[in-house]
């Protein structure tokens, strides 16, 4: 696989934040979100075997492990290394951009799945099976850019009921949506979501990698 980092921090999002946890960023993304904070993992890293991801992962000595990318399902052997980690014992979650099925993913991993509103670009890039395919322990993230982008995740929620049977996170995006705006929205509506600030962004620079 090819691999543009492996670190240990703090987890910075999900119901997991504050956790440490161990990242494995996997490289490539077919998504190009206008807000993305990532855009290193489209093309860096270096290409390692099953057993070099597993004994990077393993010298940190921590139990949680994210897969995170890009888009850490665009690599065909994030599944098998996903069966890897949880077959060692690990908590594995998998951050994934909601664009490809998840469905073959083993149902011990804990899916973090993006919807993708409209101020990202890439909604119409939606897996919309995903939806079915989410378990009870799975959670499903807006990443939310502006009132529009909150109207139309407030409208799915709305059609899919989605917060009848998922963990529902409502992020703003960073630097560009007040966080205290995106409260009042959610308070105003009395929705049934979690706000979800990235934590790794009020604890280092936001910009700093391996974070």
């Known amino acids: 696989m090819r691999i543009t980092e492996i670190f240990h921090s703090i987890q910075g999002e999900s119901t997991y934040a504050g956790l440490p946890c161990v990242f494995v960023r996997v490289t490539g993304c077919p998504l190009r979100c206008t807000w993305c904070d990532t855009t290193y993992a489209f093309y860096e890293g270096e290409e390692l075997s099953l057993d070099e991801i597993v004994q990077r992962v ?47 993913l083993d149902q011990r991993a804990a899916v973090i799945m993006d919807l993708k509103c409209p101020g990202s670009g890439m909604a119409d890039r939606t897996f919309w099976d995903n939806l079915a395919a989410l378990k009870p322990s799975d959670e499903v993230k807006f990443v939310v850019n502006d009132r529009a982008d909150y109207l139309w995740a407030r409208d799915v929620l709305d059609r899919t009921h989605l917060a009848d049977r998922q963990t529902v996170l409502f992020a703003p995006v960073f630097g560009r949506l007040d966080p205290k705006t995106l409260a009042a929205w959610l308070l105003e509506d009395g929705l049934r979501a979690r706000l979800q600030l990235q934590l790794h962004k009020y604890i280092w620079d936001p910009a700093a990698r391996g974070v």
């Open 58 to 104: 393993a010298a940190y000595g921590c139990p949680l492990v994210e897969m995170t990318g890009g888009e850490p399902l665009h690599d065909p052997e994030a599944g098998v290394l996903v069966t890897r980690l949880l077959d060692l014992g690990y908590t594995v979650l998998v951050e994934t951009s909601g664009a490809i099925d998840i469905a073959p």
